[in-house]
């Protein structure tokens, strides 16, 4: 199964993605995940997706699809996918579609998690991150047992450059001019299913299951 979990920053779908990716044995490919540890490795693409980054810009279509390409040709792939970041603008989904019918393959379900532009911003303002394995975690909403730390690794938790508040904005601009239109591009193709992202975030992960295991998708 290969599914897409489109929604904007702070929507939850790095959360929800890894959860729901163990859950049904799907690999979880993050692409802002991959950009980051490339920039911690000190790569050369590290170095050229941090200069978009740090501005809250989106790194190159052709940069992003190039990585994207590569990855999901590992074997790890074959079952499924979740992607989650990934596609973030039109000439993407229409790359991932090309690459997926050459291997005979489709997107199967894309979840779209909605959360209200407000709420957004109070998530992304309080939002923690384990340097290890990047569990995101918020100050208010889902507090770490131990502050500082990550629940499952113990790892050291850091506040992300981009969710300052001048970036953040940009983030969000951007995803509203460059991403949102995927909204409508899944749409026409019946595959979109909305889940509504605000509330506890096991709710959220059972409307998320239970939308996957339905045939039909629905938009409310
Ligand atoms: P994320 O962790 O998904 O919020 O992504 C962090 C940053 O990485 C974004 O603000 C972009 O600069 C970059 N990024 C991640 N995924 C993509 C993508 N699919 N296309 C372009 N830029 C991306």
């Known amino acids: 199964m290969y599914v897409i979990f489109l929604g904007a920053p702070g929507a939850g779908k790095g959360t929800q993605a890894a959860e729901v990716a163990?859950?049904?044995?799907?690999?979880?490919?993050?692409?802002?995940?991959?950009?980051?540890?490339a920039q911690k490795k000190g790569t050369a693409l590290g170095m050229k997706a941090r200069e978009y980054m740090e501005k809250g810009q989106l790194v190159p279509?052709?940069?992003?699809?190039?990585?994207?390409?590569?990855?999901?040709?590992?074997?790890?792939?074959?079952?499924?996918?979740?992607?989650?970041g990934f596609p973030r603008t039109v000439t993407q989904a229409e790359a991932l579609d090309k690459a997926l019918t050459k291997q005979g393959k489709a997107i199967d379900r894309v979840i779209y998690i909605k959360v209200a532009e407000e709420e957004l911003l109070t998530r992304l303002g309080g939002r923690w991150i384990c340097r290890q394995c990047q569990t995101p975690y918020h100050e208010v909403v889902s507090p770490p047992k131990v502050k500082g730390k990550c629940d499952k690794c113990g790892g050291e938790l850091y506040q992300r450059d981009d969710d300052k508040p001048a970036t953040v904005k940009e983030r969000l601009k951007v995803y509203f001019a460059q991403t949102a239109p995927l909204i409508d591009y899944?749409?026409?193709?019946?595959?979109?299913?909305?889940?509504?992202?605000v509330g506890a975030v096991e709710a959220v992960r059972?409307?998320?299951?239970?939308?996957?295991?339905?045939g039909t998708p629905a938009r409310k």
Not at 22 to 37: N, Q
Not at 63 to 83: H, K, N, Q, W, Y
Not at 186 to 197: D, F, P, Q
């Open 186 to 197: 899944y749409t026409k193709t019946g595959k979109l299913a909305e889940v509504n992202g």
């Open 22 to 37: 163990k859950e049904l044995k799907l690999a979880h490919i993050a692409t802002g995940d991959m950009f980051r540890e």
């Open 61 to 84: 279509d052709e940069i992003t699809v190039a990585m994207l390409l590569e990855r999901i040709a590992a074997p790890d792939c074959s079952a499924g996918v979740i992607f989650d």
């Open 206 to 214: 059972k409307a998320i299951l239970g939308s996957l295991k339905k």
